[in-house]
């Protein structure tokens, strides 16, 4: 089945605790992203990858890390997570081939305490 | 840079009733398309249709259909017929050369409450 997966689903931390969240695909897509959703704001993009060792910032790229050393793997890494970074976060892939149409992860709910 | 905007925010309506949801979108590029997704209560975000920038026919699905009018930069999508499972938050997107394929540019969503 064709998916993007993310780990945690959930998670409650405190300030200035360093946490990576996972994402992975299988569906051999370029490009991946990391989104932020907060209410009345709409989805936001963090930062992209159109391939292994490319990635580029999005519109609210501060406060947050990323790589990707692998195709199918795109962790999102908060260093020192501040309470401003609580939301809810998706990781989503796609590919020329599907005209660009995002797959998204189910979500991570974080709350930075 | 582009620009999604859904002016709606919220809809309330009764089972049955047409919903029509506006969305304008502002970009330089030539080519690019465009995106509603839906997110029920239950958060996560569903595909439901994409248009290109050369194709502007406009098409019915099921109780799903929309209308693309590049003349007015506009997107619109219309529930026939809604029902309670309709209920969720619609965003429109854009994706574009100048940003990066990659990038999709989320409208603020609209709030779709349909009522038994």
């Known amino acids: 089945e064709a998916q993007v997966t993310q780990n945690p689903r959930y998670l409650i931390t405190v300030t200035g605790k360093k946490l990576t969240v996972t994402c992975s695909q299988n569906?051999?897509?370029?490009?991946m992203s990391w989104y932020r959703q907060d209410p009345g704001l709409g989805l936001r993009q963090i930062y992209y990858?159109?391939?292994?060792?490319?990635?580029d910032k999005g519109d609210v790229p501060e406060g947050y890390k990323v790589s990707r050393k692998e195709k199918r793997n795109f962790p999102l890494i908060l260093e020192s997570p501040s309470p401003n970074q609580t939301s809810l976060y998706f990781c989503a892939s796609s590919s020329p081939e599907r005209s660009y149409e995002q797959y998204f992860g189910p979500g991570t709910r974080l709350t930075v305490t | 840079a582009q620009k999604v905007t859904q002016a709606q925010t919220e809809i309330s309506v009764v089972e049955k009733e047409d919903v029509t949801l506006d969305c304008v979108y502002e970009t330089r590029d030539t080519t690019y398309y465009l995106f509603w997704y839906k997110q029920p209560p239950s958060g996560e975000l569903v595909f439901l249709i994409r248009?290109?920038?050369?194709?502007?026919q406009n098409e019915i699905s099921g109780r799903y259909s929309w209308n693309f009018q590049k003349s007015t930069s506009s997107f619109n999508f219309t529930i026939t017929a809604s029902q309670v499972v309709d209920s969720a938050v619609y965003f429109c997107?854009?994706?574009?050369?100048?940003?990066?394929?990659?990038?999709?540019?989320f409208g603020a969503g609209t709030q779709v409450v349909v009522t038994p």
């Open positions: 997107a854009l994706s574009g050369r100048t940003d990066s394929w990659g990038k999709l540019q």
């Open positions: 248009r290109n920038s050369f194709d502007e």
């Open positions: 990858s159109m391939n292994v060792e490319v990635t």
């Open positions: 569906m051999n897509h370029e490009y």
